[in-house]
């Protein structure tokens, strides 16, 4: 699990709900990554902007203030180039091609497995 592909890595972990905060965070941690965290689409939005040197945005598409479908469509207006990668506990057909179209690169199905997640994150960095 520990693969060292992710380490020194900065993920920018956009979640609401606290107790999936610490699970991904609590996942993450041990990849030897550099965390930062945001609880609405707004403060991502700002993150992104702030700071370039965010490689990796996970992102929860159901959050207060601004959800993560507007959050990635700002993101990539404004010419960010960063991959950002859904959580979504739906699977239905049509939204991939909605979280496509809306500026994500990739999806992650809520429950997050720890190996599933790094292994997902690790592929963007796997060329």
């Excluded at 996970?58 to 207006?77: C, N």
């Excluded at 950002?84 to 179209?101: F, P, R, V």
């Excluded at 994500?104 to 429950?111: A, E």
Aim: no cysteine.
């Amino acid at each position: 699990m520990e693969n060292g592909i992710l380490k020194g890595k900065k993920i920018l972990i956009v979640e609401d709900d606290l107790s999936s905060r610490l699970y991904l965070n609590k996942i993450l941690e041990k990849t030897g990554a550099i965390l930062i965290n945001a609880g609405d689409g707004v403060e991502a939005l700002n993150i992104a902007t702030d700071d370039p040197d965010v490689e990796i945005i996970l992102m929860d598409i159901q959050l207060p203030v601004m959800d993560g479908y507007t959050s990635a469509k700002k993101i990539r207006e404004l010419g960010r180039r960063v991959n950002i990668i859904a959580q979504t506990a739906y699977s239905l057909s049509g939204d991939m091609e909605n979280i496509l179209a809306s500026g994500f690169d990739d999806y992650i199905i809520k429950p997050i497995y720890s190996g599933q997640l790094i292994e997902k994150l690790s592929s963007f960095f796997v060329k």
